[in-house]
């Protein structure tokens, strides 16, 4: 089984090696390092070292690995791309939704003060024909 493992997101290259190559891309739930880092049996090799820790390519032997979640399939699948557009299309709705019901209230709020303008513009003639006999 071919598996990647890493730390987020990835593109389009990834989804298409994915697919070529029958392989799958998973990352593990936040806060699961440690539980991550103790499935480790050995570190077989790390390959591009130069390129720093983080983008190094460590190929490990591991017993019992998981929690993951498979981020790209090996049909080229991307889970994360795939929430994104969905999210994003739930976010505008709630948006929208939010700002109709703020524009509402505004156009309450405003008629409550009207109201309130228009009571003490009466009670003032009221109080000014009063006073004036």
């Known amino acids: 089984m071919r598996l990647i493992v890493g730390k987020g997101g990835m593109g ?16 593990f739930p ?26 190094t390519l460590w190929k490990c032997r591991v ?3 998981g929690p993951l979640i498979v981020s790209i399939d090996a049909h080229g699948n991307n889970l994360f791309e795939q929430n994104k557009v969905s999210l994003t299309r739930k976010k505008d709705e709630v948006l929208a939704e939010i700002f109709t019901a703020s524009w509402v209230y505004k156009v309450v709020k ?19 024909k009063k006073a004036s006999f």
């Open 12 to 27: 389009e290259g990834t989804m298409s090696g994915c697919k070529e190559f029958g392989a799958i891309h998973c990352v």
């Open 30 to 55: 936040a806060g699961c390092a440690v539980v991550a880092a103790t499935q480790v049996e050995e570190i077989e090799s790390a390959d591009w070292t130069e390129l720093g820790m983080p983008e």
């Open 63 to 65: 017993k019992e690995f």
């Open 110 to 128: 405003f008629e409550r003060l009207a109201q309130k303008r228009a009571y003490a513009v009466l009670r003032f003639i009221t109080y000014s």
